[in-house]
Nanobody, 122 residues
Framework: QVQLVESGGGLVQARGSLRLSCAAS????????MGWYRQVVGKQRELVAS???????NYADSVKGRFTISRDNAKNTVYLQMNSLRPEDTGVYYC????????????????WGQGTLVTVSS
């Protein structure tokens, strides 16, 4: 069994900053791509940023220059540094791991965290 646990959400004023963390737990051998998604009520979940194990990074156009994704492979943790926040960044942020391999040889695909709420006030 593997699990992703997010933390770091909260209420912040516009132009403020937050840092989200997502830690994977379990007997993990490797994780390939990890990413952050955002969901607003009534809308589909959308990709905010992703990073593969080799370091290649992708950002949604709306967050380029403001958000930074990084990962610590030794800690099986991915981070999202969010600066210059805007009210439209408000939503529930979910962490995702595309593929997790465990030491025991199990493969888990499309693993999601429980989400953390980010609210940006104007």
């Amino acid at each position: 069994q593997v699990q992703l646990v997010e933390s770091g959400g909260g209420l912040v004023q516009a132009r403020g900053s937050l840092r989200l963390s997502c830690a994977a737990s379990g007997s993990i051998f490797s994780i390939n791509a990890m990413g952050w998604y955002r969901q607003v009520v009534g809308k589909q979940r959308e990709l905010v940023a992703s990073i593969i194990s080799g370091g290649r990074i992708n950002y949604a156009d709306s967050v380029k220059g403001r958000f930074t994704i990084s990962r610590d492979n030794a800690k099986n943790t991915v981070y999202l540094q969010m600066n210059s926040l805007r009210p439209e960044d408000t939503g529930v942020y979910y962490c995702n791991a595309e593929r997790i391999a465990t030491i025991g040889g199990n493969i888990y695909r499309g693993v999601w965290g429980q989400g953390t709420l980010v609210t940006v006030s104007s």
